[in-house]
């Protein structure tokens, strides 16, 4: 694994070190590579899998963290999953309403897919309780997005400070049908309403303010479930009680970690990247959008559908980039990637303003505060909005110590951030990466030139 370039040592109470010290006569990143499969469409198919009947088969499991957090609560509630690689996992569900009442809580570690989305099949299962927690960012992070509509449908969802944060305790009752107006475009928000609606005798309805990613729209439907969409006003009808089949499922690989070799692609001098079997499903394709606005050197290639979800490869050369303004409808579509645009932001010409994006105060970090303190450590002119980043880009960046703060983006975008920086950085508790990309180091180390 070690390079000269990239070295991994320990740090602080078991956590790892990641150093990343470019040669003073340049580096480059080249060659082919696979990224992990998609986080979000890992976490739905071993949650559908667990409560459909019959047999899923998965392919393309992401092996991170967050993935194996699910399928531990999943397991501990009666659904059969084998042992998680990315080759072929089985899951063997339950069937409709037969979770079982856990003997132990449910820890959902450092994944909010796996709470907010469980929690909807949870306060559904009448007469069983569950309780539920994560590790400390999870504990911090506002479950009231969930509680609240899940409370409008009859839910009995207890936790501290008003019941907005877990731990969470949850009896589990017959829901009412409801039509939610979600303030926030949030895939999570939604799909935890449309997985409590699966158990209520009639509809229930989501409209969000923008599109958000529509994973478990497309799972439901391919497991037996009626969903009505209406694209204009951002709404979806699930109908109640469908007969859930075991399917197939092929997992694509993540845009959202493909997205830090993009910006390694673009911003590292003589770079060439191929980026194999990208999911480019559209409510996800924002960071291309972006990039593209940035004047980055990116083509789609050999696009197919692949089990219900677009696909294509991906590649990027180095070119100059220009900054530009990332905001309102795309900010849904790209919200994972903002930690990656700030970095590519500051290699870009000029003043990029990204906005609409309090969101990401409430992720794994505060993502906008945390990028701002770490990025400016490495010389970028970044300022932190309300809402947003402002990057004063081209700056010449240099080598510093940083901190992921324990969160995977924020690691990952930082190792890129330093491959075009002078001088050497230190990436403090770097192995935040594995929540979504075990083997990120690795692929780092075998395309660097
Ligand atoms: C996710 C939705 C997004 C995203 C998260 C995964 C999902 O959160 O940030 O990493 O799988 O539904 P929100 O929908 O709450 O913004």
């Known amino acids: 694994?070690?390079?000269?370039?990239?070295?991994?040592?320990?740090?602080?109470?078991?956590?790892?070190?990641?150093?990343?010290?470019?040669?003073?006569?340049?580096?480059?990143?080249?060659?082919?590579?696979?990224?992990?499969?998609?986080?979000?469409?890992?976490?739905?198919?071993?949650?559908?899998?667990?409560?459909?009947?019959?047999?899923?088969?998965?392919?393309?499991?992401?092996?991170?963290e967050d993935p194996r957090s699910t399928a531990t609560c999943f397991r501990a509630m009666g659904a059969k999953i084998s042992e998680l690689n990315s080759q072929r996992v089985t899951v063997t569900g339950v069937g409709l309403g037969n979770l079982q009442e856990p003997n132990d809580v449910l820890d959902a570690g450092n994944s909010g897919t796996t709470m907010r989305l469980m929690l909807g099949l949870l306060a559904s299962h009448s007469d069983r309780l569950f309780t539920v927690t994560g590790d400390s960012s999870l504990r911090s992070r506002p479950m009231s997005r969930v509680v609240k509509p899940?409370?409008?449908?009859?839910?009995?969802?207890?936790?501290?400070?008003?019941?907005?944060?877990?731990?969470?305790?949850?009896?589990?009752?017959?829901?009412?049908?409801?039509?939610?107006?979600?303030?926030?475009?949030?895939?999570?928000?939604?799909?935890?309403?449309?997985?409590?609606?699966?158990?209520?005798?009639?509809?229930?309805?989501?409209?969000?303010?923008?599109?958000?990613?529509?994973?478990?729209?497309?799972?439901?439907?391919?497991?037996?479930?009626?969903?009505?969409?209406?694209?204009?006003?951002?709404?979806?009808?699930?109908?109640?009680?469908?007969?859930?089949?075991?399917?197939?499922?092929?997992?694509?690989?993540?845009?959202?970690?493909?997205?830090?070799?993009?910006?390694?692609?673009?911003?590292?001098?003589?770079?060439?990247?191929?980026?194999?079997?990208?999911?480019?499903?559209?409510?996800?394709?924002?960071?291309?959008e972006a990039l593209e606005m940035m004047e980055a050197d990116i083509t789609r290639l050999n696009e197919r559908i692949v089990a219900g979800e677009p696909v294509a490869d991906l590649r990027v050369r180095h070119s100059k980039l220009k900054a530009c303004e990332i905001g309102g409808n795309l900010?849904?579509?790209?919200?994972?990637?903002?930690?990656?645009?700030?970095?590519?932001?500051?290699?870009?010409?000029?003043?990029?303003?990204?906005?609409?994006?309090?969101?990401?105060?409430?992720?794994?970090?505060?993502?906008?505060a945390v990028m701002a303190t770490e990025l400016s450590k490495m010389g970028a002119k970044i300022?932190?909005?309300?809402?947003?980043?402002?990057?004063?880009?081209?700056?010449?960046?240099?080598?510093?110590?940083?901190?992921?703060?324990?969160?995977h983006r924020i690691a990952m975008s930082l190792a890129i951030a330093a491959l075009n920086a002078h001088g050497k950085t230190i990436i403090n508790r770097a192995e935040a990466a594995s929540i979504s990309y075990p083997n990120f180091v690795d692929t780092l180390t075998t395309i660097l030139q």
């Not at 739905?44 to 009947?53: D, N």
């Not at 994973?215 to 391919?222: G, T």
Request: hydrophobic share 40%; net charge negative.
């Open 150 to 288: 899940l409370t409008q449908m009859g839910a009995k969802i207890w936790g501290r400070q008003g019941n907005t944060l877990a731990p969470l305790a949850v009896r589990g009752r017959q829901l009412q049908p409801t039509h939610y107006h979600s303030p926030i475009a949030s895939a999570q928000v939604k799909s935890c309403i449309l997985l409590a609606g699966l158990m209520v005798d009639g509809q229930t309805t989501v409209t969000e303010p923008a599109l958000s990613r529509d994973h478990s729209e497309r799972m439901l439907q391919a497991f037996g479930a009626t969903l009505d969409i209406d694209h204009h006003t951002h709404s979806v009808t699930l109908t109640g009680k469908p007969t859930l089949r075991g399917q197939k499922v092929v997992v694509p690989g993540d845009i959202s970690s493909a997205a830090f070799w993009l910006v390694a692609g673009a911003i590292v001098p003589n770079s060439d990247l191929l980026i194999e079997n990208v999911g480019v499903n559209p409510t996800r394709t924002g960071v291309l």
């Open 1 to 64: 694994m070690a390079s000269p370039i990239v070295s991994i040592q320990d740090g602080a109470e078991n956590s790892q070190q990641l150093l990343i010290h470019p040669r003073s006569e340049g580096i480059s990143v080249q060659g082919k590579l696979t990224i992990p499969g998609d986080k979000s469409i890992s976490h739905r198919a071993l949650m559908l899998g667990a409560i459909a009947a019959g047999e899923t088969v998965i392919e393309g499991l992401l092996l991170g």
């Open 331 to 368: 900010i849904p579509r790209l919200i994972d990637e903002i930690p990656i645009l700030a970095v590519a932001a500051a290699f870009a010409q000029g003043t990029t303003v990204i906005k609409d994006a309090a969101e990401l105060r409430v992720k794994e970090s505060d993502r906008l």
């Open 383 to 407: 300022t932190e909005l309300t809402d947003g980043l402002e990057i004063i880009g081209g700056y010449k960046l240099k080598g510093a110590e940083v901190d992921s703060f324990t969160d």
